[in-house]
Structures are given as C-alpha cells and as structure tokens.
C-alpha cells in the first residue's frame, strides 16, 4: 500500500495490516504534495494544503512500532533526496527507501549514467554513515536510533 505525499498514520497502518497488506510505503509530507499539484491544476492559490499531511519520520517511526504484531516491509518515501535521508529513513526503522521527484530530474538533466552514479553516490553516504556509527550491516544500523539535535545541547 502506497500513499500518495499525505503519510499513513499508525492507526491506518494497522487496519491495512489486519487486511492483510504485506507493504506499506508511507510517502509522507515532505516530497510531491499532490494536494499542492491538484491546486496547481486548478489555479487555486491555497497555501495551506502544500504542507499538508505527515512527515515521512514520523510515520516511518510510528509504523515502524507495528513490526512487533505483523510481519510486513515498511517503505519510507517523501522526501527522500540524499544518502544521508536514506540512513536516517533506515534508522528510523525502514526496510527500504524511495525516490521519485530527484531520480527523475537526474535523467532529465544527465540521463540514465547521472542516475546511476546519484544512486552509486547515496549507497555510499550511507556505508560512510555506517561506518562512523560502528555498524557492519544494516541490521545493526537499524538498532542505532537517531538524536535529535535538541537533546544534544
């Protein structure tokens, strides 16, 4: 199951899971607003829905809480435009990442060997963030957690 930039919520992520859905993809607030290309469609100038919806960390966290009771893979896409949102996606407990505004733009603009060295480049951001963080699989960066910068301080 797929969500098209609004994010799925726990309490929907549960009722999709007792359906018997084996994927969620969360596509939270923070990629395409599809809502802000539907206002684009119909010449509305309504800035409020542009953001509207869940960011993608926080459903990637709050879905993620469900892996106790069912087995499914959990997608986190929206947003998503760099190795480190690939790392941080993972250690919010993603199973896999997506992308879909900046693949595209990178094919427009150098074809498919731009793309292939973007992905190239992501895959090792996120083996450097690895290994800065003492982790030798992704299993065990899924374990690390993330600080947020406030509790730092």
Known sequence: MKEVGSGISKKA???????????????????TSW??????????????FKEWGLPTSYCVRKVKELKKDFNF???SS?????GVDIAKSIA????LTASARIILQEVMKNDINGVVN???????????????????????????GLIRKEEMY
């Open 35 to 48: 809502a802000a290309v539907e206002l684009l469609r119909s010449n509305e100038v309504d800035n409020y």
């Open 13 to 31: 992520a549960k009722r999709l899971l007792e359906a018997g859905v084996k994927g969620i993809d969360v596509s939270g607030a923070g990629g």
């Open 78 to 82: 929206g947003g998503i435009s760099n």
């Open 118 to 144: 973007l992905i190239q480049s992501w895959f090792l951001t996120v083996k450097r963030i690895m290994f800065l963080t003492g982790c030798k699989d992704i299993e065990s960066f899924k374990k690390i």
């Open 92 to 95: 919010l407990g993603a199973d």
């Open 73 to 75: 893979t959990l997608i």
